[in-house]
């Protein structure tokens, strides 16, 4: 991602997990609505613990962090 969005992106992903820190559908959601109306639409968002994953996503529009030590984050744009 460039590196606004990147930023961007994480702080919404921060302030989103620990809004919702017992529940990862609702900040999921929260996050692909604020990705969808900033970025335009197709965005995807999977929270959880131990999961794997294979995406296919438009080039540099892509951020996999972890949140809290084991919670990760995977957002991705594929339109």
Known sequence: MPE???VETME???TACEKFATNNESAAKMIKESMDKKFGSS???VIGE???LEVTH???NLLYMFFGGSLAVCVWKCS
């Open 4 to 6: 606004e969005m990147r």
């Open 12 to 14: 919404l992903c921060v």
């Open 58 to 60: 438009e080039v540099k």
């Open 50 to 52: 131990g999961f794997g």
């Open 43 to 45: 965005w995807h968002v």
